[in-house]
């Protein structure tokens, strides 16, 4: 992997970078569509590269239980087994294995838990995870971390940040692929600054390729998270990419952005997408309420997606209230152009120095005040 910063915005922290990958090269900052299970719920590798996306998100943790880090090796790693020739990142597991809750046990080996599926226990420590991941195949792989719930008390975040840093070192020890996949570092400490700032110093310390914040939007008051990315983000190195995870609101992805963030992740469009909920620039709209019953008006009349050019929210609402696939199909498609085409939108911003004018904007039709 390389990362080359291409400019920074004169009025942020705001910056443009190049990722490339062996597969392809990002324009950064980036929005990166979740595919947890090998696969970006409704949609077909082709239509994520119709609407620009380059790069996804899969998840350790569920293809480790299902189908098995092993099959997807076989197969000939999770690229050729999903058919997916842009870049893959792969989280660590730790969040949904964290997620878990009284099904699972943490020590300094790592967790032992309790599968969600059917109750059977497994084990995933820091060279589990870095095996998994190595077996899957994806370009860029993330150290196991310890994600804390939201509220968590002092005294407890300091000994998941403690540990977080130990088995990132277990990591880069395990890694020993580094010549086709790039391993990133993941900051921890929760709301407590003096502990944020001691996880990315201490993580920053291990000389990973590239730096992610976690543990941030699982409950956390928004102004928390702000504040925390304000005085996080700038101990991590200017020249490596920085990657918020979890985060793919409008608005958080111009607050991430303008605070020095490189790449997001979220399953929020795709979730919603799947409730009748749809992203416009003049804010959220629930295309399955009886409102649009007549409505033959795209779901945005400013947006230029292939959903927007060819249905009405009337047949949309139609769709989705018969629980015809089509429907959750379309309303996926849209909202992850809606983010991709809003990262295009904001990197054109950062390129001609008017992003503060452009959030402005947005945040005045969006209604966010």
């Known amino acids: 992997m390389e990362f080359k910063l291409i400019k920074k915005d004169k009025h942020s922290k705001a910056r443009l970078g190049k990722l490339k990958t062996a597969k392809n090269t990002i324009d950064t900052p980036v929005f ?11 949609m077909t590798p082709d239509e994520l590269k119709k609407i620009g996306a380059k790069i996804i998100l899969s998840n350790t943790y569920h293809l ?33 294995v964290f997620s878990l809750g009284r099904l699972r046990e943490i020590n ?10 059917d109750g059977s226990l497994h084990f995933i420590g820091p060279e589990t995870s870095i095996e998994i991941q190595n077996s899957l195949g994806a370009d860029i792989i993330m150290a196991f971390d310890e994600c804390v719930q939201y509220p968590a008390s002092y005294d407890y975040v300091k000994e998941a940040v403690d540990r977080t840093t130990r088995w990132a070192e277990r990591c880069k020890r395990a890694h020993k692929d580094t010549k086709r996949q790039t ?11 003096d502990l944020r700032l001691k996880s990315a110093s201490d ?44 985060v793919g609101a409008p608005d958080d992805l111009f607050e991430g952005v303008l605070r020095g963030i ?7 469009p ?81 390129d001609g120095d008017y992003l503060l004018e452009l959030k402005e904007e947005f945040f005045k039709k969006y209604g966010y005040k």
Not at 32 to 42: D, E, L, W, Y
Not at 65 to 93: C, Q, Y
Not at 183 to 193: S, T
Not at 262 to 268: E, G, K, P, W
């Open 203 to 246: 993580i920053v310390s291990l000389d990973f390729e590239g730096y992610a914040v976690g543990g941030l939007s699982v409950g956390e008051p928004k102004s928390d998270m702000y504040e925390i990315l304000d005085s996080t983000v700038p101990i991590l190195p200017e020249k490596k990419p920085r990657y918020l995870m979890g």
């Open 108 to 117: 300094e080996k790592g967790v032992t838990f309790r599968s969600h599926i």
């Open 32 to 42: 990166m569509p979740v595919g947890t299970q090998a696969t970006v719920k409704t």
């Open 64 to 96: 480790y239980l299902r189908p098995g880090h092993k099959l997807v090796k076989e197969a000939g790693g999770l690229h050729k087994f999903m058919n997916w020739d842009g870049s893959i990142l792969t989280d660590s597991g730790g969040f949904q």
């Open 183 to 193: 391993l990133f570092g993941i900051v921890q400490g929760g709301v407590y600054r």
């Open 270 to 350: 795709t979730r919603i997408a799947r409730n009748g909920t749809v992203f416009t620039k003049q804010g959220k709209l629930v295309v399955r309420n009886s409102t649009y019953a007549r409505d033959f008006s795209p779901l945005d009349k400013e947006c230029d997606c292939y959903v927007c050019k060819n249905y009405s929210r009337a047949y949309i609402r139609h769709l989705i209230n018969t629980n015809e696939i089509l429907g959750i199909r379309l309303t996926t498609i849209h909202n992850l152009h809606f983010l991709i085409k809003l990262m295009s939108e904001i990197r054109n911003a950062i």
């Open 262 to 268: 490189d790449m997001f992740d979220c399953v929020l």
